[in-house]
């Protein structure tokens, strides 16, 4: 079955930076888009930034442009989120998301905690 496991999270100081992955298993990995999504406490569940199956890059959050950077690696059937210049307003659990014929999967998340 579909699986998306995420990994990289932990607490940095403001400045900061840290490297997301996201590992998928039970799908053609290539075919498909991939998402990266946050969620801070209190808030809704928001789209940072999506890598299409070709490799662009679509939809980055206004929040994090310049600053955060989407990018695959087919060869691994992993997604990764390069996040830099790290904010304590970047503090939320990390998922990623694909949509599998036409069903939506989430990993379970990974904590990101910018803090001094």
């Known amino acids: 079955q579909v699986q998306l496991v995420e990994s990289g999270g932990g607490l940095v100081q403001p400045g900061g930076s840290l490297r997301l992955s996201c590992a998928a298993s039970?799908?053609?990995?290539?075919?498909?888009?991939m998402s990266w999504y946050r969620q801070a406490p209190g808030k809704e569940r928001e789209l940072v930034a999506v890598?299409?199956?070709?490799?662009?890059?679509?939809n980055v959050a206004d929040s994090v442009k310049c600053r955060f950077t989407i990018s695959r690696d087919n060869a691994k059937n992993t997604v990764y989120l390069q996040m830099n210049i790290l904010k304590p307003e970047d503090t939320a659990v990390y998922y990623c998301?694909?949509?599998?014929?036409?069903?939506?999967?989430w990993g379970q998340g990974t904590q990101v905690t910018v803090s001094s």
């Open positions: 039970g799908f053609l990995f290539s075919r498909y888009a």
């Open positions: 890598v299409t199956s070709a490799g662009r890059i679509t």
């Open positions: 998301r694909s949509i599998v014929r036409g069903f939506q999967y």
